[in-house]
């Protein structure tokens, strides 16, 4: 079954793979070529043919991007990110919305939670700083939860057990 696709296949999928997320690249090869595919078979084709894997996140026009204004934001499998200068300058938004809420500044070591796990939800309440340690309890643990209640609590005892853990 491999040859069941042609050339013209194979440089059509190459040259749309990146612009078009799985399911709306399978539509067109079905209407274009008259082929029925699954997801998976997509995928094992990508696979197989070696055409980038990460066809369900849009790629950005590299253009675009660096003309977008300062305070745009774009979405990629990574998080949310904020244009903060020009040409090229982006930063995560929670980081961003952080320093807004409570006028600081973190540095590298510090790192923004999500009280109650809900990565689009910006609002002050929701945010908290921590450090690389407690993270790392957190999610050794299994402590997190929608529950922004029940995260503050883990995240109290994650300070008390590395307190404990440093006094030792």
């Not at 013209?8 to 999928?13: A, H, I, L, P, R």
């Not at 078009?20 to 696979?47: G, M, P, Q």
């Not at 204004?69 to 995560?92: C, L, N, S």
């Not at 029940?150 to 590395?162: D, E």
Request: proline content about 1%; some cysteine.
């Amino acid at each position: 079954m491999r040859n069941k696709y042609t050339k013209e296949f194979e440089n059509f999928v190459r040259k749309n793979a990146s612009k078009y997320t799985r399911k709306e690249l399978i539509l067109l090869l079905e209407n274009k070529f008259n082929v029925k595919l699954s997801n998976d078979a997509l995928r094992r084709y990508l696979n197989r043919h070696k055409i980038d894997k990460y066809t369900d996140y849009k790629k950005y026009n590299v253009r675009d991007v660096k003309r977008s204004k300062i305070g745009a934001e774009k979405i990629t499998k990574e998080g949310v990110f904020i244009k903060i200068a020009q040409p090229d300058i982006w930063r995560r938004k929670t980081r961003v919305m952080y320093e807004k809420y409570h006028n600081c500044k973190l540095t590298e070591e510090e790192y923004i939670l999500f009280l109650n796990q809900n990565i689009n939800d910006f609002r002050k309440e929701n945010l908290v700083k921590i450090t690389k340690k407690e993270l790392a309890y957190l999610h050794n643990n299994k402590t997190l939860s929608s529950n922004p209640s029940l995260t503050k609590l883990a995240l109290l005892s994650a300070k008390l057990m590395i307190k404990i853990k440093e006094n030792e």
